[in-house]
C-alpha cells in the first residue's frame, strides 16, 4: 500500500511523518500531499482564535471531548506563534497530546512556520489537509492573534470561533473591530469575570453596526468559562447552527471555490519566487541586484519590474 | 519643484499624500518610491512590538517627547492591526495624532494592510522609507503581536524593543519565547504590577540559555511605568547602547543589505505573481485552473508547477 492510501486508510504514523515533512520542507512531502489531495474536503474546518491568556486551549479541549462523545473523530492543528524563530514546539502541546495519548480519535499537532511570509499558512493548510484526508470529521485550526499569515489561515475555516476575554485593556477596541469581520462567533471566556457582560453588549453593539445583510450569517456571541466547562454546549449549538446555515444553497461550494483559490495563489507565488531566485543564483544577478539597491545606485520596485520582465515569457 | 524633491525637503504635506497614495495602492505611488530611494537609509529605525494593553502606545509618546527635548525629528509609523479588514483608522491614532498636531518635528501615521499576504510588511518600509526621506533622526515603527507580517516590519529595524507586562496569563511562556529572536531590548511595563521581578527573572533566563556568541548583542530587560514616565530615559540609555554596538564594525551596513534583500524578495515576489494573474485572466487559463481545484481533477501543487513552467522563459 502506497503511503498515500495509508494516510487516507487513517493510519497516524504515516500522518505524523507526513506532516513532519510539511514541516520540514522536504520536497517528496509534496508529492505525497498531491496524492492526498483528491481524497480532501470532507472535514469539517473550525478555526478558533484568540490572543494569548484567553483560555482558548482549555476551550478546545472541551470542545475536543464534547465531540467525541457525540463519536466524532478529531484533528487539532494548534498553530504555534513562537515558531517563525525557534524550532521549539509549543510548550503545552506535549502536555495536550499525553491528555489525548489514549484516544484513538484525537490527532493534534502544532505547526510552525519557517519564517518566511507565507510559510504559516501553505503549511497549516497542508496539515489540515492530511487530517482531511485521514478521515477525521472535524479538524480543529487553532491560531493566536490576528497577524495576516493567521488571517488566511481561519478565512480557509468553515466556522470560524474568536475568544475573547472581559477587560483585554485600552487596545481591545481596535482588536475586536479588526476581528469582527473573520468571526462567526464570538466567545466571551473566563465570564465570571468583571465586565463580561459589558464586553457582550460591546461585541454585539459592534455587529449591529456592521449591519448584515439577510443572506448572510450574523455573529453570535456566546459566554463562556472553559476552566469549568460552563457555555461550552452552548458554543457547540451555535457551531452546529452555523453549520447548518452553511449548508444551504452554493454556500459550502463558494466556501470550497474561494480556499482553493488561495491555495493556488499561495503555491504559484512561491513557486515562481523560487524559480526565478534559482536562475539568478546561478547566472549571478542576484548578489548584483542587492549590491546595487545597497549602494542606491538601483531601487528595489525598478528591480523587480525589470526582472520579472526578464524572466517572465 | 517636483514631488519627490519637495518630500525631500521636508514637506509634510507631500508627504502625507504619498502615503496616503501608498496606502491606496495608487500606481504612480510606486514612480514616488523610486524617486525617493535613493535619499533613504538616514533615519535610525526603532521598532516597537508588544501585544494590546502592555501600554507601549504610552511608552511610544514618552519615546518621542524625550527625543524631541534632544532636537530630534521622529516620525512614528503605527501598524494597524484592524485593517485587514477594516478600511477605518486606529481609533486611538487621531488622539495621538493631535497631541503632537502642533509640533512639526513628529510626523505620526498608521499603516493598515490591504488584505494580501506581505502587503502589511511591504507598505510599511515604503511608508518608514518616505519619513526616512523627508530626513527624519528617527523613525519609530509600532506594531502589535508577531504575526509573520509583523516580523517582516522589525527586523527591518535597527533596535527593536518588546514591550511585556507581568502575569499575561498561561500562554506567556509560549510568546516569550517566540519573541526573544526580536527582542533587542525587553520593556516589562507597569513595573509596579505584581510579578513584575519574576517577569524580568524569566525573560533574563531565557536570554541566559539562547548564550550568544561573543560578537553578538546580548538583549538587556529594562523595567518600565510609561503611565508616570518611570525607566523611560533607562529605556532611551539602552536604544543608545544598541545603537553604538551596531555602530562598530559592519553591522549597519550587513543591516542594510539585509533589509534591501529582503525589499527586493518582496517586490519581485508580488511582481511575478501579479503579472501572471494578469497572463491568466486574459486567456481565461485561472478560472479553468480554479474549477479543476474544486472539482479536485487536479491539486494546488501541480498547477502551480504547470503554470510557472509555462510562463517562465
Known amino acids: 500500500m502506497s503511503f498515500a492510501n495509508q494516510i487516507i486508510g487513517g493510519d497516524i504514523r504515516s500522518a505524523a511523518r507526513l506532516i513532519r515533512d510539511i514541516e520540514d520542507e ?11 489531495y483528491p481524497h480532501t474536503g470532507s472535514a469539517y474546518i ?6 494569548p491568556g484567553t483560555g482558548k486551549s482549555t476551550l478546545v479541549d472541551h470542545i475536543v471531548r464534547a465531540l467525541r462523545e457525540e463519536e466524532k473523530t478529531v484533528g487539532v492543528v494548534a498553530v504555534d506563534p513562537t515558531s517563525p524563530f525557534t524550532d521549539g514546539a509549543f510548550l503545552g502541546d506535549r502536555v495536550r497530546m499525553q491528555r489525548h495519548s489514549t484516544d484513538e480519535g484525537v490527532f493534534i499537532r502544532s505547526v510552525a512556520t519557517r519564517g518566511h511570509l507565507g510559510g504559516l499558512s501553505r503549511s497549516t493548510s497542508d496539515i489540515v489537509d492530511v487530517l482531511d484526508a485521514m478521515g477525521k470529521d472535524v479538524v480543529i485550526v487553532e491560531t493566536v492573534g490576528v497577524g495576516q499569515d493567521e488571517v488566511e489561515i481561519v478565512r480557509a475555516a468553515h466556522t470560524t470561533v474568536v475568544v475573547l476575554v472581559p477587560g483585554m485593556g485600552d487596545d481591545v477596541q481596535a482588536i475586536k473591530a479588526g476581528i469582527l469581520e473573520i468571526g462567526d462567533i464570538f466567545v466571551v471566556n473566563k465570564a465570571d469575570r468583571e465586565g463580561a457582560d459589558n464586553t457582550v453588549r460591546e461585541i454585539e453593539a459592534m455587529i449591529e453596526r456592521n449591519s448584515h445583510a439577510d443572506d448572510t450569517w450574523r455573529p453570535v456571541v456566546v459566554k463562556t468559562q472553559a476552566n469549568c466547562n460552563r457555555g461550552v454546549s452552548e458554543l457547540l449549538d451555535m457551531i452546529n447552527k452555523h453549520r447548518f446555515f452553511l449548508s444551504e444553497g452554493h454556500r459550502l461550494s463558494d466556501l470550497f471555490e474561494a480556499r482553493v483559490r488561495e491555495r493556488f495563489l499561495g503555491e504559484l507565488r512561491e513557486m515562481l519566487l523560487k524559480r526565478v531566485l534559482e536562475k539568478m543564483e546561478r547566472n549571478g544577478s542576484f548578489n548584483k541586484v542587492v549590491r546595487s539597491l545597497a549602494e542606491k545606485t538601483e531601487d528595489p520596485y525598478t528591480q523587480a519590474e525589470k526582472t520579472a520582465s526578464a524572466v517572465l515569457k
Open 26 to 36: 522536504i520536497p517528496s512531502a509534496r508529492e505525497e500531499l498531491k496524492n492526498i
Open 46 to 51: 473550525l478555526g478558533i482564535t484568540g490572543s
